[in-house]
């Protein structure tokens, strides 16, 4: 890890106070942690806009009752292995199911894989979680 450097920023004091409320609604112990969230946070949305190798996770909620509805979720996963690191399935109730996917691979690849499973007929939700692999954050 590099060394700690210490940088002044100027802000607007209504800013800076909406940003204290926001950092304290989140638990943060220091500005510092906040800004170092937000700043990696804004790197990982450049690795996805740049479609390197990145990570993350696609959530879905369906009702596993609906017409071929996991059939279709689960050919769309075996046409995309290559992107899926793991899954995970919850009975959320005796109709409603979550399935978890981790992925990682091409940010396009994966934002496609993503689209594919929520144009799924009675996919009630579905979101994509873009996270890194960890590689160029510091």
Known sequence: MSALVRFGVSLDGELLSKF?????????????????????????SKEWEMGGI?????????????????????????EYQSLIISTQHIHLDHHNCLEIIAVQGLADEVKGLAATLKSVKSVR????NMASTGRDII
Do not use: C, F, P
Request: proline share 0%.
């Open 20 to 44: 204290d409320s926001l950092i304290k609604g989140k638990n943060y112990t220091n500005r510092s942690e906040a800004v170092r969230d937000l700043i990696r946070q804004e790197l990982i």
């Open 54 to 78: 990145v990570a993350g996770a696609i959530t879905l909620i369906y009702d596993h009752h609906k017409r071929d509805v996991l059939g279709k979720v689960i050919d769309i996963q075996h």
């Open 125 to 128: 939700h579905s979101s994509l």
